[in-house]
């Protein structure tokens, strides 16, 4: 018998979720994205790299997380989402749907419980301290 060979079919390994095949991976591509806005409008750029993320993407419509609502209502009102379709469909060549959200988590994961949302100022990264057990 050869060893190395697992016994019985093999398992499928856990792959985190991906586009399906052919389609674009839109989170991936945002960095590309956003330097082909600062070549078209560099205040469309600034907008969209200091308070949006891609949110979301299910093939046709890019859900844009904005940071809160004054961006969100700046960008529908600055004709910024006419430059972002006009770089997509120019650079990419690919014609999404722009829907925007807001999302103050900016992308990230929510944090973990820490008792408040402070600012954090002069504490050290709760990754970093153990956790001392419960009394």
């Given at each position: 018998?050869?060893?190395?060979?697992?016994?019985?079919?093999?398992?499928?390994?856990?792959?985190?979720?991906?586009?399906?095949?052919?389609?674009?991976?839109?989170?991936?591509?945002w960095?590309?994205?956003?330097?082909?806005?600062?070549?078209?409008?560099?205040?469309?750029?600034?907008?969209?790299s200091?308070?949006?993320?891609?949110?979301?993407?299910?093939?046709?419509?890019?859900?844009?997380?904005?940071?809160?609502?004054?961006?969100?209502?700046?960008?529908?009102?600055?004709?910024?989402?006419?430059?972002?379709?006009?770089?997509?469909?120019?650079?990419?060549?690919?014609?999404?749907?722009?829907?925007?959200?807001?999302?103050?988590?900016?992308?990230?994961?929510?944090?973990?419980?820490?008792?408040?949302?402070?600012?954090?100022?002069?504490?050290?990264?709760?990754?970093?301290?153990?956790?001392?057990?419960?009394?």
């Amino acid at each position: 018998e050869p060893q190395g060979r697992p016994q019985g079919p093999a398992q499928p390994q856990a792959v985190p979720a991906a586009p399906p095949p052919g389609a674009v991976d839109a989170r991936a591509l945002w960095p590309n994205v956003l330097e082909a806005v600062k070549n078209r409008r560099r205040f469309t750029w600034i907008l969209l790299s200091q308070n949006a993320h891609v949110a979301g993407f299910d093939g046709t419509t890019l859900q844009l997380g904005f940071l809160n609502a004054g961006a969100r209502d700046n960008f529908a009102s600055s004709g910024s989402e006419d430059v972002l379709k006009q770089a997509l469909s120019e650079e990419f060549q690919v014609t999404w749907k722009i829907e925007t959200v807001i999302d103050a988590s900016g992308g990230q994961n929510p944090p973990g419980p820490s008792g408040g949302g402070g600012g954090g100022w002069g504490q050290a990264p709760p990754q970093s301290r153990p956790s001392a057990p419960a009394p």
